[in-house]
C-alpha cells in the first residue's frame, strides 16, 4: 500500500475530536491564529498520531485565509493526510510543478511524499466559513464528540 493509499484508508475512519478546540494565536506569524484536536476512532479510541490542525491567517490586501487539515505524526515529523486551504478566488493559492490553482483547493497527501492537489468547485461564499469547515468534515469525515465541536476561528465571536 502506498501513501495515498494510507491517506484514503485514513480519511474513510470514523473520527471524533477529543478535546475542546481552542484558537489561539500562531507565534511566528502577527494576527494568525491556530487549533489543534487529537482524534478519536468509531470506538472513541485515541488514533495514534492523527490529529486535527486549522490555521486562520488574516490578509488585509487580499482577504482572510483558512486551513483544515487531518495531520499525521510519524517519528517527529508531521505529514498532512488531507487539508481543505480556502483561499479567495481571485488569489492563487498554489503552485506545482506544471500548474497553478487559484482560490479553494484540496490536498491528499503530502508533498514530501506523495500527494494530489486539485481546485476545490463549489458555491460556497468566503464569508461562509461554516460552510468550508462542513466541507471539510464531509471529506475528512471527522465528527463532533457530544458538546467537543469541529469549529472555526470566528466560531465564539461576533463574526461567527
Known sequence: MGWLDDCRDKCRRVKFVSELLVWDEKTNHLGSLTATSQLLDHNHASIPGLYFKGVYSPKPLTGDIYSFALMALQGRTHHRVF????????????????????????HLGDERLEQLTRAVRGNISMISVTGWIERFRRHARVRDNGDLRLTHPLSDTLFG
Do not use: D, N
Request: charged residues 20%; proline residues 12%; aromatic residues 4%.
Open 83 to 106: 487539508m481543505l486551504e480556502v483561499y479567495p478566488p481571485h488569489v492563487v493559492s498554489h503552485r506545482g510543478e506544471t500548474e497553478s490553482i487559484k482560490g479553494p483547493h484540496v
